[in-house]
């Protein structure tokens, strides 16, 4: 009888850790919080891994996957109006196309040291958000990226950021400042990557830059300076930095002012030596 007792015991205990989900041990966690308390209506869709859990309680959302995750997928929280922070897992690398457009009232993201890629309209029309530090390892920031983020104040670039892409910070009204400071990697500025950005003044690129597209600043109506730190001109283009300040000046080594001035897409501008 005893031993017919203790074989009912291990029948059970294995019943039991057969019904065990494994998302809470092994899988990733998204935290977030929201403008109402409520939970946030996210596609399934847009993850490599499945939802285990979406809950929201004591001010804080958990989303609890049943394995890892490397990517915020496409749409994955696009038009989520009351999404207001979010933190990713350490695993993301992509943060796909449209994930998070037209989160009106996300204000912060804290992002992951693995995140490498930043996708077209990723965080496009996201109004509220006021600042954005990038990961070091960020090198491409898609095309419309933060696009229409009227509220984006201040951007820091990645230490391996290379691409910048078209229209990528286009219409961002209150964008003072995009600091370069770690960014030495940085070789192409596509078309109108800074089109509209109406409050920003100065703007400065590591010598690795090679390639400034048509209109990357057009109607950045209070540039007054752009500073280059390059060991030789960059291939440009027409309306680079067309409506700007009217005391708008570009700032290169003085072994270069002679190149810049005999081309035609640079000595339209006041070029001066450093």
């Known amino acids: 009888m005893k031993r017919f007792t203790l074989l009912v015991a291990i029948f059970a205990i294995f019943a039991m850790v057969g019904c065990v989900k494994p998302s809470a041990e092994n899988g990733d966690t998204i935290y977030y919080t929201t403008t109402d308390g409520s939970e946030v209506d996210i596609r399934q869709s847009g993850f490599d891994a499945s939802v285990a859990s979406n809950s929201y309680s004591n001010g804080v959302g958990t ?33 796909d196309c449209d994930a998070f457009s037209g989160c009106v009232g996300l204000t912060s993201v804290k992002f992951n040291n693995n995140l490498s890629l930043i996708n077209s309209y990723a965080f496009y029309g996201c109004s509220a958000l006021k600042e954005v530090i990038l990961p070091s390892r960020v090198s491409d920031i898609g095309h419309h990226a933060f696009a229409n983020c009227t509220a984006l104040e201040r951007v820091e670039a990645s230490e391996e950021l290379v691409t910048i892409g078209a229209s990528a910070f286009f219409h961002c009204d209150a964008l003072v400042e995009f600091d370069t400071t770690r960014a030495q990697q940085i070789t192409y500025v596509r078309f109108g990557a800074f089109d509209e950005c109406n409050a920003l003044e100065r703007i400065e690129f590591p010598a690795t830059l090679s390639i400034i597209d048509e209109r990357a600043f057009y109607h950045a109506a209070s540039l007054k300076e752009c500073k280059l730190n390059v060991t030789k001109r960059p291939t440009s283009s027409i309306d680079m930095f067309a409506n700007v300040h009217p005391d708008f000046a570009i700032y290169v080594p003085h072994a270069l002012v002679a190149s810049f001035q005999e081309v035609n897409y640079w000595k339209m501008y006041q070029i001066v030596g450093f």
């Not at 490397?70 to 993301?92: K, M, V, Y």
Request: hydrophobic share 40%; proline share 6%; charged share 10%.
């Open 63 to 95: 989303i609890v996957f049943n394995g890892p995750i490397s990517r915020i997928g496409r749409n994955a929280f696009a038009s989520c109006d009351n999404l207001q922070t979010i933190e990713l897992p350490t695993n993301i690398h992509t943060i």
